[in-house]
């Protein structure tokens, strides 16, 4: 039972999935920041960009056999897939840019962006986990918002701390990662969110 409850959290809270997740909780707590844009559009560009591409390039390199499977266990097939997901991002930001998302969103994927490129280099040496590479990040962006927002999101990011322990312990229990590469993930998601604050200008 446990491990088919890991296995949930695994999957809706799926590294791929945090942008879609942090945007949802935008448009919930902070409507009036997306000057009238359709929710539909707003979520379907996000989404589009941040999961259904890199789930598509996953699947395909699975179908090619150029990786064995899409929990991508062996740090060297990874290097394709990040290689490919850093791709999509950087066109997600570059889009969300473009149609002029609130800021909250350019510092939240600038700053997956970056935690990307660092999960990236440091898989070539050392196995990470992306998924506490994309709560972690989730949670920083919150953490920011908790200062920033109009709106009360504390108990959002009360939320997400919980969610942060459930994480990482389903991803230990499934033995997917050590307790090294827990830390690892969740400092560099954290990382990455801070350098997207400092470096992010509308």
Avoid: C
Wanted: proline share 4%; no cysteine.
């Amino acid at each position: 039972m446990i491990k088919i409850i890991s296995k949930i959290v695994s999957y809706i809270l799926h590294p791929l999935l945090m942008a879609t997740w942090f945007v949802l909780l935008l448009l919930i707590t902070n409507p009036f920041s997306f000057a009238g844009m359709p929710n539909g559009i707003v979520i379907g560009v996000v989404f589009v960009n941040t999961f259904m591409f890199p789930a598509i390039a996953l699947l395909l390199m699975r179908k090619l056999d150029f990786i064995d499977s899409l929990e991508l266990p062996d740090k060297k097939q990874r290097i394709i897939p990040l290689v490919a997901t850093i791709v999509f991002y950087v066109w997600a930001f570059l889009a969300i840019k473009k149609l002029n998302f609130p800021f909250m969103v350019g510092i939240f994927m600038l700053g997956s962006v970056v935690s990307l490129f660092l999960a990236f280099f440091i898989n070539i040496f050392s196995k990470i986990s992306l998924h506490m590479v994309g709560i972690s990040g989730a949670l920083t962006a919150i953490m920011l918002l908790v200062f920033i927002s109009p709106a009360d999101v504390s108990y959002y990011f009360l939320l997400l701390i919980v969610l942060t322990g459930a994480v990482a312990t389903a991803r230990l229990y499934l033995n997917a990662h050590t307790i090294k590469e827990v830390y690892a993930g969740f400092i560099v998601g954290m990382i990455g969110q801070i350098f997207g604050l400092i470096l992010y200008h509308p």
